[in-house]
């Protein structure tokens, strides 16, 4: 074998090696976490936690249903937003220090409602609608 066909093969099968590669990169990414037996009722509405949870914790983050609980520090009131960050899609955390909404990823900062406070972020986080009944916290979600 003549080292340029060799060289020709070799280069075809270092190729047709990295397609799998390529093609699992542009396959969507799916979650590996564990699924919850939870799922929302006939209103759309689904139970997150209860609001001694929320209190003890800060936050309740629900990574299935891509939603996050917090106290909204200037009227005490149950904030449920979307925690992922509009600029980049990390998702946020909530500060108890600060009472903000902080992205990890590039230190964007969010209000309890969702304003945005500190770029780059650009827009706000999106809400979702809340309520509490006998101690639970319910977020629309359908």
């Known amino acids: ?21 390529v093609l699992a ?11 919850s037996e939870a799922s929302p009722g006939a209103d759309g509405f689904l139970e997150v936690g ?15 249903f891509e939603l996050i609980v917090v106290r909204n520090p200037e009227d005490n009131s149950l904030v449920a937003l979307n925690p992922e960050c509009p600029h980049q899609g990390c998702t946020v955390n ?5 009472q903000n909404l902080v992205c990890p990823c590039h230190g964007s900062k969010f209000a309890a409602d969702g304003g945005v406070v500190k770029e780059p972020a650009t827009k ?13 916290i319910f977020v629309k979600v359908a």
């Open 94 to 98: 909530w500060d108890k220090s600060t």
């Open 25 to 35: 990169a542009c396959y969507p990414k799916q979650s590996t976490a564990p699924t």
């Open 50 to 64: 209860t609001v001694a949870e929320l209190d003890q914790e800060g936050s309740i983050l629900n990574k299935e």
């Open 1 to 21: 074998m003549e080292r340029r066909q060799f060289l020709g093969l070799f280069g075809v099968g270092a190729l047709a090696s990295s397609l799998p590669v």
């Open 124 to 136: 706000p986080l999106a809400n979702y609608v809340v309520k509490e009944e006998n101690g639970s």
